[in-house]
């Protein structure tokens, strides 16, 4: 508990040999009577009270005091190390598909049926956090941000540490309403990888201008579960800006095969379970993968899902140098924690029983004279 403590002159613990001194003068104030008289039978007779009993709490007290106060001329300090992961990062950006196909009820967690988005944000977010039962470390030390798209691309999240207010923001992610279904639903994969690349670029130049910790590789993850729909730029345009740029595609193509059960509106408003069939385009997203360096997945439930992040998660290091810092607090004027308590500083221990001792001395254990 105390190995940490070292003493930076330990020379001055050779003064405890004088605290002896403090109970011999108390012994010898004993043995001279302030007030003489004839006989003190009648005196011993009355007994001992209990203050008369406690009475060596003064020297004890004050030898306290002298003890604490020497030990503090010894400039006792506790060693708190302390370990600094400096690492060489690994800038992540999430392309998270939210169009309608999304909705298809083809996964379960723990299990309960649910859609692909509400999967995806599951794996995800132990992704980022890191879940030692499905083999993922977490990405403490990367930066990660999220773009989502469906017709549209959003870029949700900058790439940031702050990996809770990533994760809320995950998790707030909804799926195109069925409202507003025909002017923002489809799926435009090009655009999301153009819109990850330019937050990437701009990154690397805020980081290079602040002179900050180098990032190691630069990579995007795009979940999706459809086809190129909507968008500007095709999804080869965007792995070609990605190549460009030095960035890695790791692409996951999104649910099972063939017709799955999907929630659908009846005729009279009602939510019903319908099935339909969503096309994937592996080839192209096979194609993205390939051309930047990375690699594609398929994912047809929540087990694969995890699987493949954590066949990321292993891909993808980030390079780590740990360097030690052993920093020494003064116990004689810091407060200091050793184990699970805290404890003040030594001088404030020695005036606080220097105190007590005047305190008693002058009024419950005041002599006369």
Request: aromatic letters at 6%; glycine letters at 6%; hydrophobic letters at 40%.
């Amino acid at each position: 508990m105390f190995t940490d403590v070292t003493f930076e002159r330990p020379m001055m613990l050779v003064l405890l040999g004088l605290v002896p001194l403090i109970w011999w003068r108390w012994r010898r104030q004993h043995r001279h009577a302030a007030i003489r008289f004839s006989s003190l039978e009648n005196l011993r007779q009355q007994g001992r009270t209990w203050a008369v009993r406690v009475r060596f709490i003064i020297p004890l007290l004050r030898t306290f005091a002298v003890i604490i106060m020497v030990v503090c001329l010894a400039r006792p300090q506790k060693g708190d190390e302390e370990t600094r992961i400096v690492s060489e990062g690994i800038a992540i950006q999430l392309l998270v598909d939210r169009s309608g196909s999304m909705r298809a009820l083809d996964f379960h967690i723990d299990g309960e049926r649910v859609n692909r988005l509400e999967a995806i944000k599951s794996v995800a977010t132990q992704f980022v956090q890191g879940e030692k039962d499905a083999g993922l470390a977490g990405r403490a030390d990367d930066l990660i941000g999220m773009i989502t798209f469906a017709a549209y691309a959003d870029s949700r999240c900058p790439l940031t540490l702050d990996h809770a207010y990533l994760i809320d923001t995950l998790q707030q992610t909804k799926l195109i309403a069925r409202e507003d279904a025909r002017e923002e639903d489809g799926t435009a994969i090009g655009d999301a990888i153009a819109l990850g690349v330019l937050r990437m670029k701009d990154m690397t130049k805020r980081r290079e201008a602040l002179s900050t910790n180098r990032i190691k590789s630069k990579v995007l993850v795009l979940l999706t579960d459809g086809e190129q729909t909507k968008g500007d730029l095709t999804p080869q345009q965007g792995a070609d800006l990605a190549k460009a740029e030095g960035i890695k595609i790791y692409t996951i193509g999104v649910g099972s095969r063939g017709v799955v059960p999907v929630p659908t509106i009846d005729p009279f408003g009602r939510e019903e379970l319908g099935k339909a069939e969503f096309p994937l385009d592996e080839t192209t997203l096979t194609e993205v993968a390939e051309t930047t360096g990375g690699e594609y997945f398929r994912a047809t439930n929540t087990e694969t899902l995890r699987n493949i992040y954590a066949r990321i998660d292993e891909l993808e290091k980030t390079a780590t140098e740990e360097k030690r810092y052993l920093q020494h607090a003064e116990m004689a004027t810091q407060w200091v924690s050793i184990g699970t308590w805290n404890y003040p500083p030594l001088l404030l221990l020695a005036l606080a029983c220097l105190a007590v001792e005047v305190l008693l001395v002058n009024t419950r254990f005041r002599k006369v004279p």
